[in-house]
């Protein structure tokens, strides 16, 4: 395989899919069977170093030994470090680039190179990993790019109009032909290469150009690795949808010494596979090293996140992973090798030791500290509180989607939707509550539904005021239970009675609907109950029916007697049947028992003001 | 047979019959027609007390049947009235109906885990806020230590909303200028900064609140819940995230079930974990709902320093660890296999709802 060209180990591949999941990539799947296995691997996207089959070694090597096998790394790129002979210049190549876009360019050019089929060894491998074999030539541009996490590219050398290539940013407008056939328009500010001509040849780190690519003809041919600037390759990749292998590598931030060990390999496999011979001196424009980073870690911080570990457990983790450490009393100085730009930070060097020490030998604690002394937040706790209540009183919860077709009310709109039905966010719950209240009516006819939700009000300048709503909704006219269950809301805020002030309550052909400002009445909220002492003495009773006339409205009448007399405790509604209207009296003193005398005197009151105000009088019996 | 009785026994009889006769009548359920023949008629105790006259004194016999001719009368009105009477409810009971029960209603499946879910986390001191849906770029992306343009915001697929604030160039560098670009969030960890920025530590939050993303399928919906666990001390450790994870485990799914972490990448956090709880259906062997004895849950992490400095927090001072998970994905791993599609949730279909 060819991880066991980079990796001796006495692991099997489950045993190397367990392990590295633990501690490092993790591997989602193994498939083939003996020589042909083949991992799927999940990558995250700040280790680029390990989007190779070198780099998956490499992570092998520091992981496996902690699970008792043996495992080393071979090959490792980073070891060879090239000379190159001077050769003479038999194919001149003009070249002129860019370091701010292009930090590291390595090329060279062959002569005598037969294009053909590649050996069976390297088919196999490009085809297990996905990669379409397509010749010699380019496929030892795929192999270095899987192999070591380094895209490579190979250039007609007969094609690019007077030998010279010079890299630089793109003009708003220019047109390349890449390779697929695609002719793209480029934004600008683009890498890109172009020939003595001024036409452009290569999309650089995305893909070659069609005009200079290699093909079965190509005689003489440049062997071409670089690094680039990896925000231009995600703009360009990004504006121009070209998410290739390469562009996805380079836009993560290459290592620049990884450059020229990878094209010493190039150049040995050009020779090899496709019979090429070096026609002039290996050129690397190579103008700002990369320096060295150190990262200092305090050894109060390791212990704190991983708990009480010996140095040894700090030491060999980082050390089997291609850091030098170097421990002192307090701290850990780290010095981090190239391929790690994602190391800068003492806390990315706690990750490195706790991964490979193993976060399954970290023990579980729960905090000991204090928890803080936050108070509740009112909102919530009605909320919940106001749920729990109509469920038990027999609703049931809907919750729709925040967002709606249609603006209502300068309604904050969704720029990139997914779908016309979801466009902009309501400001009534009735825009998403009563649509799917008709769906559901067409399969169930009795309904008692609510939903207790944010909508989202309009706030100039500013994001939108979150506010809680309450929407209940009935089939039919239910309109004295709807006013009833008004009622008894109000009554546990603790807010008098005064529906208009709060919400509406409709009757419509086919439904009933409650709405709340569910917000205004939690801030309003007094539900603070006091003790008022029972009456020692007992009320008393008398029901009086009244004879009334068409549409009589009985609730200014009552609310007149309730507070016609302060012996008037209180005043239920009992019956309505045809023109007669009964209300219960209860008459009531708290420091004696009331005489008839008393009692009818108020009676007459009650009579006399009812007569009076609403042209009402006792039924006659 | 009535042998030799004399007159006075005759009548005392008769007057005992008539009481009798008259109970009788008044407790009994069969029917009228029946029980007329039964105290009238030519084979009842009566007519043998009748026919009993003629063994009487001559002088006795139109006093005693005066006696007869009143008990007769009287057991005929006695009769009458049950006739009259309306049949009676019967005052039987039936135990075997079905009770008369309570008002039932059913709160959403999301609210129902939301409550429970928010209890156990009070439970260990952890206590329930909601920091806003709609938000600032700043907040969602940016304090998060995803700077403009990065990568990694392409993990998300954001909702965008249209600028509310005016050309906000002219406002480069005040400090509105970070608050132009709106979001959905797309996550809870919005919260995290916002929590910070309260000024009370240390910081034990949980955030439930809605959050939108641009996708749609089997296990996606455009709105769904998340709830974002932070804990911001002085010497908060990777122990602490996962007896945290332990504890909410064995009381969501259950004793016996427990987390695992694995590394992985988020900008905000260092080092970045994966979450796995332990499989209820199969203990550790593997089965078909599990990948070999694990559920992947979420994603969690120490908070990067870079994020604790956004919220002015000093890294050096104080560390901290959050998680953030999606609520109905973690309540439909609790139903095992019976809610397989995440849409269901959101179709509002009353025949759905009132199943739990």
Redesign the interface.
């Known amino acids: 395989m060819w991880l066991r060209e980079f990796l001796k180990t006495d692991a099997k591949p489950s045993d190397i899919a ?1 392990c590295l ?4 990539p ?1 591997i989602e799947r193994v498939h083939g069977k003996g020589n042909t296995t083949v991992y799927d691997i999940e990558i ?4 680029p170093d390990a989007m190779s089959v070198s780099g998956i070694a490499r992570e092998s090597v520091a992981i496996l030994p902690r699970f008792g096998f043996k495992a080393q790394f071979i090959n490792d790129p980073y070891i060879l470090k090239p000379i190159f002979p001077n050769i003479p210049d038999t194919l001149p190549l003009f070249l002129k680039t860019d370091p701010t876009l292009n930090p590291r360019w390595t090329s060279v050019v062959f002569d005598g190179v037969k294009v053909g089929p590649s050996d069976k060894k390297i088919q196999k491998y490009l085809e297990l990993s996905g990669l379409r074999t397509i010749s010699n030539v380019v496929d030892i541009t795929n192999y270095l790019m899987h192999a070591y996490g380094q895209p490579a590219h190979v250039f007609d050398y007969d094609k690019i109009s007077g030998h010279t290539m010079t890299l630089r940013a793109s003009k708003k407008g220019e047109i390349l032909t890449t390779l697929d056939g695609k002719k793209h328009t480029l934004p600008g500010g683009d890498i890109v290469i172009e020939d003595k001509t001024g036409t452009l040849i290569d999309l650089c780190g995305i893909m070659g150009g069609e005009n200079s690519s290699v093909t079965n003809n190509s005689k003489r041919v440049i062997l071409f690795l670089q690094t680039y600037n990896p ?1 231009s390759i ?2 360009t990749s990004m504006a121009l949808a070209q998410r290739t292998e390469a562009a996805t590598l380079f ?2 931030g290459l290592d620049t010494e990884l450059v020229l060990p990878v094209f010493s390999i190039g150049m040995r496999m050009m020779g090899s596979a496709a019979g090429g011979r070096v026609a002039g001196p290996v050129t690397d424009i190579y103008p700002e090293r990369k320096k060295t980073r150190t990262v200092v870690v305090s050894k109060n ?1 390791i212990l ?4 009480p570990i010996k140095d040894t457990d700090i030491t060999t983790p980082l050390e089997s992973l291609g850091f030098t450490v170097r421990m002192r009393e307090e701290r850990v100085e780290v010095r981090v090798p190239s391929w790690r730009d994602d190391v800068a ?1 003492d ?2 060097i ?2 490195e030791i ?2 490979i020490y193993g ?2 030998t ?6 000991a ?1 204090a ?2 002394n ?1 108070p ?2 009112p ?2 706790m009605w909320e ?1 509180n106001i ?2 209540r ?14 709606i077709a249609q603006n209502e009310g300068s309604a ?8 016309s039905d ?1 466009v902009y ?1 309501r400001t009534s719950l009735k825009q998403s509550v009563l649509p ?1 209240v008709h ?2 009516l067409k ?2 006819k009795d ?3 609510f939903e207790l939700s ?1 909508v ?1 009000v309009h706030k ?5 005021k ?1 506010t809680l709503h309450l929407i209940v909704v009935w089939s039919g006219n239910r309109f004295l239970e709807a006013k009833g269950l008004a009622e008894a809301l109000f009554d546990l805020f603790g807010i008098k009675y005064n529906l208009p002030d709060f919400g509406t309550l409709e009757v419509s052909s086919d439904i009933t609907v409650l709405y709340l400002d569910f917000a205004k009445m939690v801030e309003l909220a007094q539900p603070r109950k006091a003790y008022t002492p029972i009456p020692k003495y007992p009320p008393a009773i008398e029901d009086l029916s009244f004879e009334v006339t068409g549409d009589f409205r009985i609730g200014p009448l009552m609310d007149t007697v309730k507070t016609l007399h302060p012996l008037i405790y209180r005043v239920t509604f009992l019956d309505a049947y045809q023109n007669f209207r009964t209300i219960r009296i209860e008459y009531l003193d708290t420091t004696k028992n009331l005489s008839d005398d008393v009692i009818r005197k108020v009676r007459q009151k009650i009579l006399d003001a009812v007569r009076e105000k609403f042209s009402v009088t006792l039924k006659n019996v | 047979m009535i042998e030799n009785v004399s007159s006075a026994n005759l009548i005392s009889l008769l007057i005992e019959y008539e009481q009798i006769t008259r109970e009788e009548i008044r407790t009994s359920t069969e029917p009228s027609e029946m029980i007329k023949l039964k105290v009238l008629g030519s084979k009842s105790k009566l007519s043998e007390l009748t026919r009993a006259l003629s063994k009487l004194p001559k002088e006795d016999r139109s006093r005693v049947g005066l006696v007869v001719n009143q008990v007769k009368t009287s057991i005929e009105s006695e009769l009458s009235k049950k006739n009259t009477e309306p049949v009676q409810s019967r005052n039987t009971f039936d135990p075997t109906m079905p009770g008369i029960r309570p ?6 499946i ?2 129902q885990a939301i ?1 429970e879910i928010t209890r156990i986390f009070e439970r ?7 920091h ?5 770029d700043w907040y969602a992306f940016e304090s998060l230590n995803m700077p403009l ?1 990065h ?2 915001r392409d993990e998300w697929e954001t ?4 600028s ?3 050309n906000s160039k002219s406002q480069k560098n005040t400090k509105h200028a970070k608050f132009d670009k ?1 979001v ?1 969030t797309p996550h809870t960890s919005n919260g995290q900064v916002r929590e910070m920025e309260k000024r ?1 530590l ?3 939050m949980i955030n439930i609140a ?1 959050c ?1 993303r ?3 399928d089997v296990s996606h919906t ?2 769904f819940h998340q709830f974002e666990g932070l ?1 911001v ?8 995230l ?6 909410f485990f064995t009381h969501f799914y259950g004793p016996g079930r427990i ?7 988020f900008q905000f956090t ?5 979450i796995d709880v332990s499989c209820g259906a199969c203990a550790g062997g593997g089965c078909r709902l599990c990948k ?1 004895g694990w559920l992947e849950l979420g994603g969690a992490g ?1 908070v ?2 870079n994020v604790l400095k956004a919220g002015g927090i000093d890294p050096e001072i104080y ?1 901290g660890f959050a998680f953030g998970w999606g609520i109905e994905r973690t309540y439909m791993m609790k139903s095992g296999t019976s809610l397989d599609d995440v849409r269901l ?2 179709s ?4 759905f ?2 199943q739990f």
């Open positions: 367990r999941s633990l501690c490092g993790s995250t996207g700040n280790r925000v995600r703009r836009e993560k911080k704190a996140y991983i708990g930070i806390v990315d706690i990750e706790a991964r976060y399954h970290i023990q579980s604690a729960l905090p500290s928890p803080p936050t509740i937040d909102m919530l919940e749920k729990i109509l469920r038990d009183w027999g609703y049931t919860e809907l919750l729709t989607y925040s967002m904050y709109k969704i720029l990139n939707p997914l779908s979801w966010m799917v769906e559901n399969n169930t309904l008692k539904v944010h989202y100039h300048n500013d994001l939108p979150e | 008002p039932v209603g059913h709160l959403h999301v609210s409550m260990i001191g952890f206590i329930r806020v909601r806003p849906e709609v938000d600032w343009h990568p990694a909702f965008f909303i249209k509310q604030v005016p709106m959905l009370k240390p910081i034990r809605k939108y641009r996708q749609i455009p709105m804990y001390d002085k010497n908060v450790s990777i122990a602490h996962k007896g945290v994870m332990d504890f987390s695992r972490i694995r590394p992985f990448h260092e080092p970045s974990f994966e070999d120490m990067h320093p560390s949730l959101y509002n279909d009353v025949r709802l009132e």
